[in-house]
């Protein structure tokens, strides 16, 4: 439930609107981080894992109750 945005490097292009490098690489930074102390994970498992982790992260951007109503959402 996502929209997906890229950049062409082969174009020259580094930024397109909300879409740069700089988003791709802190994502991922974020992802490696909070995986880390699981000390591995299987590829069975990932998918879970990084469904939990893109949760938390829109969790975090809410308050309270809007938070609360986003993981009841979620899980039904």
Known sequence: NFQR???IHGDGEYVDGDAHVNTCESHASLARRWLSPHRGV???KLTAYL???????RILRKP???ALKEVVRTLL
């Open 42 to 44: 299987s590829k069975d």
């Open 5 to 7: 945005e890229a950049v």
């Open 64 to 66: 309270g109750q809007e």
């Open 51 to 57: 469904r939990a982790f893109q949760l938390r992260h």
